[in-house]
């Protein structure tokens, strides 16, 4: 069992930056592969950027390319959400999900993941 808790999230005006924390506990995360998604009001949980169980691949949706950064750190656990020049689209619920499979690539399907937390919100005024 992991659990996952976001933190990070707030009010910032658009062209700001956020950075967002998933903290892993119950198990080390070493052998999951990692991933954001968001949810907006109204729509679906959509993907936002992964990372491999090994760290040696990333994927990012093509909206957030360029200014959103994933990273991880092993001692504590923790994944990283760093995004810049956030826009007001960008207003979502973010959630932190994991699975532990071994694979190289990336899956960008919510249903692919088996842990999530319980979000942060983001909101970004115009």
């Known amino acids: 069992q992991v659990q996952l808790v976001e933190s990070g999230g707030g009010l910032v005006q658009a062209g700001g930056s956020l950075r967002l924390s998933c903290a892993a506990s119950?198990?080390?995360?070493?052998?999951?592969?990692m991933a954001w998604f968001r949810q907006a009001p109204g729509k679906e949980r959509e993907f936002v950027v992964g990372?491999?169980?090994?760290?040696?691949?990333?994927d990012y949706a093509d909206s957030v390319k360029g200014r959103f950064t994933i990273s991880s750190d092993s001692a504590k656990n923790t994944v990283y959400l760093q995004m810049n020049s956030l826009k007001p689209e960008n207003t979502a619920d973010y959630y932190c999900e994991a699975v532990r499979k071994y694979r190289d690539y990336v899956s960008h399907g919510s249903q692919d993941y088996d842990y999530w937390g319980q979000g942060t919100q983001v909101t970004v005024s115009s």
């Open positions: 990372i491999n169980w090994a760290g040696s691949s990333t």
């Open positions: 119950g198990r080390t995360f070493n052998s999951y592969a």
